[in-house]
């Protein structure tokens, strides 16, 4: 089930219009600059990543191993104008990853090029291969996983930050994957919201296997518990990663859950207690570590401000993991 | 996304060794009388439902619109010697629904029959269609939800004997399946354990959509928020449900979560306060009707204490659906 994309990479840019739309390719590069090694951007291209410019013979003859598909753009569509570069791709000898929504599979010319000449296709946001349904037995090794009050409020990068910190202090640990666009900067993964409903919790067990003493799986949360349309993915995710230790995140400027005006957020009160009852199910001492907030909207002081309040509000250290980084929050993890 | 089965059925009970073999065939009967016209057996098939036996020809001349599967064999396979009856069925001009794990389409001669004569197979383990990512926005009508402490304690039935209770009452409702089996007995419904994570919710929604404020949609639970292998699929259902009222079913003397001999049962009161809180997610005003316990394995004595016992303890009606019927419960909802 679990993905393994070949590295390092040619980070391709498509035309993508700015950086937003080359989000993908920019966190891949920020997380991972040792896995990049050019970019290759087609006419109307308008981001520039710091990276050298290649052709895909070029990057392939300095080593690249896949050409990853670095945009997000409108709908998630792969334009006709790309097929070229992608079959040339192909028959250079490099795999293509892509989390985009349309399939690879579907566009003929890429197809056949692949089974030419024998490359992998990893289209990321559509699991394929076996599954397994989750037993919940308890299993060895030492597993994080980052919870939200909502969707899209920091949970793969705080995960990423904590992994970076981890490293730092030379703990052994493993960034593990559950959405797209982590998948593509880790080189693998598996996009839970993507498997069958019985089968959530099996795969993040799969992804997140039973591991050393010393060893941490770092898991991407996704969703929320709070959130009516995905909770049942973060419920699963919560039971498939049986987390020793949870790190929940937050935005707090926002009026209602993502895309729903009619749902209020709920407090970080309120996902601390249901993360943690919910979690109990598999694991029994289970312990939230810390509060990652993303105060991009306020300015410095009231960033403070509101970050000193939270940490005295709930007893726990709270930081901006792109502020001030997480170091507060790891020094709080029972190692 | 949700399947619609034509009725009446001629019930398949293929070469089941015993009753339990046939539990399908004998639930659509139980459940739905009226549906039924005939039984077709091959030679080897022990049961005998009190229905008349017929040919393909003959119940299609009788009326019958759908040749349904009703044996639940191990493995869920269809074995090689039904195919010819089952191309038969398609070109005799009758659908046929499956629950069974082997794909019908995978079978080319009967997938060929089905081409031919331009016939429906419906394979309810298998959902397909347009999806829809739930929303969430409260909506008309009312909505009960059967919630377990574990998977198997008896949530389909409980909910059916709750849909035959109102309709005593003169009660406008409508059973929605969620299950294989329940799909068979209501001639429509969708798996939601079958369908990409992401649209659990959305799928219930599509199921129990908005109605009249007169209306019950009595929808059947899946799972238990408190077992680690499907209590995804238990959270995007209750979400999914939007429900105002809740019925608790539960089986007494279970050791373990079904399946997993190291996960501890969770106890009545701590399924009642977790379906509660996440309910209170998309409906505020939930209220938890009643209990409904499988106390086949007890004595008639020891059920009647174990019943008042729990109803005294938990100030809820607390009924055996099999043993003294539901009416209890109904008279507890806020109609």
């Given at each position: 089930?679990?993905?393994?994309?070949?590295?390092?990479?040619?980070?391709?840019?498509?035309?993508?219009?700015?950086?937003?739309?080359?989000?993908?390719?920019?966190?891949?590069?920020?997380?991972?600059?040792?896995?990049?090694?050019?970019?290759?951007?087609?006419?109307?291209?308008?981001?520039?990543?710091?990276?050298?410019?290649?052709?895909?013979?070029?990057?392939?003859?300095?080593?690249a191993r896949t050409l990853l598909i670095g945009v997000a753009n409108r709908g998630g569509i792969i334009p006709g104008h790309w097929s070229g570069v992608l079959a040339d791709a192909l028959a250079g000898g490099l795999d293509i990853a892509s989390g985009l929504h349309t399939r690879l599979s579907d566009i003929t010319v890429v197809k056949d090029a692949a089974a030419k000449h024998g490359r992998a296709i990893h289209e990321v946001r559509h699991p394929a291969g076996d599954l397994q349904v989750a037993d919940g037995t308890p299993r060895g090794g030492r597993r994080l996983l980052t919870v939200g009050t909502d969707c899209s409020v920091g949970k793969m990068y705080t995960a990423l930050a904590l992994e970076r910190a981890f490293r730092k202090r030379g703990i052994d640990c493993e960034f593990c994957a559950t959405g797209q666009t982590g998948i593509l900067i880790a080189g693998g993964g598996v996009s839970v919201d993507a498997v069958p409903a019985d089968f959530i919790a099996g795969a993040v067990e799969e992804l997140a296997p039973a591991a050393p003493p010393g060893h941490w799986h770092i898991i991407e949360g996704q969703g929320s518990l709070f959130h009516p349309s995905y909770a049942g993915v973060s419920?699963?995710?919560?039971?498939?990663?049986?987390?020793?230790?949870?790190?929940?995140?937050?935005?707090?400027?926002?009026?209602?859950?993502?895309?729903?005006?009619?749902?209020?957020?709920?407090?970080?009160e309120q996902c601390i207690a249901a993360n943690t009852l919910a979690a109990k199910v598999v694991s029994g001492k289970v312990h939230v570590a810390g509060i990652a907030i993303n105060t991009a909207a306020l300015g410095e002081a009231e960033a403070g401000r509101l970050l000193a309040a939270t940490a005295d509000e709930h007893g726990l250290p709270c930081v901006d993991p792109v502020r001030g980084g997480v170091d507060a929050i790891v020094d709080n993890i029972r190692f």
């Open positions: 089930m679990k993905t393994r994309i070949a590295r390092p990479y040619l980070l391709f840019l498509g035309d993508a219009a700015d950086d937003l739309e080359a989000k993908t390719a920019i966190g891949v590069l920020h997380w991972r600059p040792a896995d990049c090694i050019g970019q290759l951007r087609v006419p109307g291209c308008a981001p520039r990543l710091d990276l050298p410019e290649m052709t895909v013979t070029e990057a392939a003859a300095a080593g419920l699963g995710l919560l039971h498939g990663a049986q987390p020793d230790t949870l790190v929940l995140c937050h935005e707090p400027t926002r009026p209602h859950m993502r895309g729903l005006p009619h749902q209020p957020m709920p407090s970080v």
